[in-house]
Each structure stands twice: as C-alpha cells, then as structure tokens.
C-alpha cells in the first residue's frame, strides 16, 4: 500500500509458513513467550517466558544451537499462596518474565510477575564474543512499580541511563494507575493518584525521544489509551493519548514531593474524514514503532490503531512526526472551570517556568531544579496536564486502512529501504493468526527488526520465529513476475528475483516499485529461457468427471491469475469464470 507523501509506504502481507522461517519453542514443550529483546551489540535474542529466560546466539542457522536457558521459578511457597488469593495456578500463578531491557554493556535487567509478587534482577551476559548467561543472586529485589503482578495485564517500559521508566497497573488489584521511575540513585518518582492524570489506562509504549544536545532536556514518552475526560457523557470515550515526564523531574519540595511535576498528555488522534464533516475514529491504539532516523530527535512514529464499535470493526495505521507532537506539548493547556463548562484554552497567565518543562542550559534561572520552583507553577501542572491542542497524522490521514477482517492487527516495525526509485517504508503487521499451519490462532505479541540482519523476530505465546526480510526467490524465475511484485527488497538481476543493493550493478537490474511495468521493465529479457512472453502460461491436465486443482495464488501482489479450458488440441480456449468455489 502506497502513500502519498515521500517515502513511500508499501505494507508487506504474507503469511509466516514455517519452510521459510526457523522457529523456537523453548526447551519445556511449550514456551509461553512474555517478552523479547534483540541485543544487535552482543548478537543475541532474548527471551522472556514463564519461569524462564531464554539466550539465543544470532546467526547460527537454528535458534536452538548454543541457545541457553536461565530457570527462574517464584519463590517457594508463592505459587500456593498466589492460588489462595483466587489466581489460576496454572495460567497466573508463575513467574512470567516481562521486562527485559539492557542495563549495561554487560549485564541485562529482567523483571518478572513472581505469582503475583512482582521480582526483578540482573543477568550477567557477558562482554561482546562471549555467551556469558547467569543471574546474578545478589540483585534480586522487589519488582514492585517495575513489572505488573498480572501477567496479562498490558505495561511499557524502558531504561533510560539505569534508571527504569514503567507505566503500569502497581497493585495486586490493579487500581492504581501510575508511571513511575526506579532504580538508580535518585528517589522513586511517581505519579499522583488522580483521574485528571490516568483513568483506566492500557499502556502501549515508552520511548526515551530527546529534544536537544542537552540530556538534561531529555523527555520520555508514555503512549496510551484510558478513558477521557474530556469526552461528553457519563460514559466515558476512550481516546489514545501520547504522554511525557521530563527526565530530569525531581518533584516538589512542598508539593508534589517525589511526584511528576511535568507529566502533560495529549489526544492522538487517527480519523478518517467523513461526510458533512463526520470522521470515522480509530480511538484504540494497539502499537507503536519508532523508525529512527538520522536525527534521534526526530524519528517518525507508527501507531496502529482500531475502532471502538460493536457495529464497525476495522484498522488503521498513521504515522505522526516529533514536530506535530512538540507543537502539541507548547501548546496551550486545556481547562475547564467546572461541571457545567466547557473545556476551552486556558486563557489566564501561565505561571513561570512553564508547566510540562526542566531547567536546561539555564533556561529557567534561577530554578536549577524542579524542587526550587514556585508552589504556582507545581499546582498549575497538577490542575493542568492535559493539552488543548491534540497531534493529527501526518498528511491528516492513515497511511492504511483495514476493515471487516478476519483477524486482529497486533504489532507493528517499520524498515525504511532505498530502491531504485526512491526510499520505501515497509510496514511489517502481526495478526491473530498462527505462527504455522495447523495450529490453533496464537496472536502474535512481539516484534523485532533487525536490518544489520535483515531478519523480523516474531514472538507468540508458543514460540519465537525468525523470518528473512526478503523472500525474492517467493515471486518465480521471470523477469514479469519480479517486476510485478513491486517489492522494494528485490530486484530482477537478469538472470533471477534476487535482493536489491543500491550499490549492485546497474546494467541488468530492473525494478520500478512505484509503477511495476514489466512491459517496459523486461522488453530486454525475451531472450531468457523464461521469458516475460511465456512464463505466464502454465498447462494443467484433467480428466473429465474428476476435480482439479487450480492454483489461485499469483506470486506477485499485482499480478491476476485467469485459467481457460480446452476441450481438445486444436479447440477453442474459453475462460473459467465460475472459480469462486475453488479459489
């Protein structure tokens, strides 16, 4: 599926067939996958499963070559007393691992729910070239505010200079709604338990996104959905939100002691234009993937999102850029003098510093720290997080749409790639489906890229499979049907559908993403045995009163399949049109 802005868009869709992957299921019959981290410096993938974290050495040929295995079960005596408190001790009451992030150049930080009694430590990995796999017994702690109790229940994480950034549910009950900063040497920084600032949030995302050169200036970014308050009605509409704290928030001094003094959210909004004026809303956000670029204070952000309606059931992918989203945040802030109001721009004078920001390059003198501002400023962000102002897609509209599917939109990563006639973004989905054939749907819960590899890791509760970016050799021996893939990755060679290099030869390569023409593209390859003139015709024989299959699938995206029958060797060929049944 193509955009129109530059890049462009082109959304890989096939299924993940286990003859062209390689696939994990773990060491214990069946994986129950939690989480996943791709270690590009060590070349490793790592896993987190139920009782157990995974170490895969990348770039072996099989994932379970030199794979190696840490057990890491609750404590004793928790599963019992996690099944007394009414959790399934099956399908609850273990220690389901779901935060692995790095914590150094040699030691990972893993945080699991311990049957209800959340748990955290750190793995020693090792130097780079080494397959170093321990935990270390001397950091195990309480993962409380790290990891949720409910190995269900959705989170995001991430570590920012050894301090941990979680947005998640902190109590056995799941009521307490907060994003939380830990670990490191600073104290433990949360936010209020207030419904102006979280109500019944599902968190998506977090991602550390600077703003300058100055890392005291650094934000972090929370993507959720919950409830919202500014929608009309005793029934609260969900709204998806893109949140940030500053990193460098050290709360109040009287007030807001150890709380968010910067926390500020916004809608994202991802709509379709109607009719006299009335958009189609896709509210729920499902995930997130940041295509880094160039510029790290500038990547360019993926969401995909789906309707919240019993009546319409559809997908949509769009795509928002920093500037919309910091144009959002030095906005104006949104305010409503009380029940019977409506909520408008704040019109009265902003207190100083402004709400939502830190003290960086002595930006705000004299405040040298969020603890030396005025109480004004701290009860002003506190009445005050959310902005007026809500951050549209790029181009006002999704760069795809999905409707009345047979199946859920999961996950999603992006690979910019350079072709022939211009950059493409690949969009690569995960779906309810399976990760093989003849099994039952397992959603797929993670993905990971790697371009340095060019491999997709895609996770599901059974396992973990590893697929090629690339699958030119999947589109057939002929020019025409290369051509009329129209995949950025491949390219005709002149002798095969092979990857494309930017800095391959030029005399026989053939690739035109943007218009897939094989009539201009191949003119030149009629004299290949397989030529663009013949390879389109294939002879299937049948006898009369029996059934025959037919292939319905083209190789290639563009291309169209038509059979005709000939009923003998010098008759009249007529097309099969009746092949709905067979198809």
């Known amino acids: 599926m193509y955009s129109e802005a530059h890049p462009k868009t082109y959304l890989y869709d096939y299924l993940l067939m286990t003859n062209r992957s390689v696939i994990f299921f773990g060491f214990r019959g069946f994986l129950d996958f939690r989480s996943m ?56 009451c273990a220690n389901y691992v779901r935060v692995l992030h790095p914590y150094n150049r040699t030691h990972l930080l893993a945080c699991g729910t311990g049957a209800f009694e959340p748990v955290c430590g750190f793995v020693n990995v090792g130097h780079r070239g080494e397959h170093m796999f321990a ?3 001397a950091g195990v702690r309480n993962g409380r505010g790290k990891c949720p109790h409910d190995p269900n229940r959705p989170f995001a994480s991430t570590l920012v200079g050894g301090e941990l950034y979680s947005g998640l549910t902190a109590d056995f009950l799941g009521r307490d709604p907060v994003i939380f900063r830990s670990l490191g040497p600073r104290s433990a920084m949360r936010t209020e338990l207030d419904q102006r600032l979280l109500q019944d949030p599902k968190f998506v995302a977090a991602h550390l996104i600077p703003d300058t050169d100055d890392k005291d200036n650094n934000k972090v970014y929370f993507f959720f959905t919950e409830k919202a308050l500014e929608s009309e009605g005793k029934s609260r509409a969900v709204y998806s939100r893109i949140g940030r ?32 004026g009335i958009d189609t809303d896709f509210d729920d956000l499902v995930d997130v993937f940041l295509l880094r670029t160039k510029d790290e204070k500038n990547p360019e952000i993926y969401g995909i999102f789906s309707t919240i309606s019993n009546v319409f059931q559809g997908y949509a992918v769009c795509m928002y850029r920093m500037a919309d989203i910091r144009e959002a945040f030095n906005g104006a802030y949104a305010h409503k003098e009380g029940p019977d109001y409506q909520w408008t721009t704040y019109e009265g004078k902003v207190p ?26 701290l009860h002003f962000a506190r009445s005050h997080p959310l902005m007026f102002q809500s951050v549209y897609p790029a181009n006002q509209h999704p760069v795809l749409i999905k409707t009345n599917l047979q199946y859920k939109m ?18 690569f989905i995960g779906t309810g489906t399976s990760l093989s054939p003849g099994q039952a749907p397992n959603p797929i819960t993670s993905l990971e890229i790697s371009v340095k590899r060019q491999q997709l890791y895609v996770g599901s509760r059974v396992g973990v499979a590893q697929v090629k970016l690339h699958q030119c050799e999947t589109y057939g021996n002929a020019c025409a049907e290369c051509c009329l893939a129209r995949d950025p990755y491949c390219a005709w060679d002149g002798t095969s559908c092979t990857r494309y290099q930017p800095t391959g030869k030029r005399r026989f390569r053939r690739q035109d993403i943007w218009n897939g023409n094989p009539a201009h593209q191949c003119l030149d390859q009629s004299l290949n045995a397989d030529s663009f003139d013949s390879v389109e015709e294939r002879v299937v024989y049948g006898t009369e009163d029996n059934s025959t299959f037919l292939e319905c699938v083209p190789k290639s995206p563009q291309a169209t399949v038509r059979w005709f029958i000939q009923r003998a060797v010098d008759g009249m060929k007529d097309e099969v049109r009746n092949m709905s049944t067979t198809c």
């Not at 609750?74 to 959790?87: D, N, V, Y």
């Not at 999961?410 to 969009?427: C, K, L, N, P, S």
Request: glycine fraction near 6%; charge should be negative; hydrophobic fraction near 30%.
């Open 410 to 427: 999961t996950h999603i990563v992006v690979d910019r790639v350079d072709a022939e006639d211009g950059q493409y973004d690949v969009m």
């Open 37 to 92: 981290f791709l270690d590009e410096y060590h070349d490793r993938l790592f896993i987190g499963a139920k009782d157990t974290i995974y170490s895969i050495q990348l770039d072996r040929g099989h994932m379970d070559r030199d794979t190696k295995e840490i057990y890491w079960p609750p404590l004793s005596g928790q599963r019992e007393e996690c099944a007394l408190k009414g959790k399934d001790p099956f399908t609850e």
């Open 245 to 276: 704290v500053c990193a460098n928030d050290a709360g109040g001094q009287r007030v807001l002691v150890n709380k968010w003094s910067t926390f500020i959210k916004t809608r994202l909004i991802c709509s379709v234009p109607g009719p006299e």
């Open 135 to 137: 935990m270390e017994p």
């Open 352 to 377: 100083y510093p402004r709400p939502g920001f830190v003290s960086a390059e002595n930006h705000f003198r004299p405040y040298n720290s969020t603890k030396d501002y005025p109480d004004d400023v």
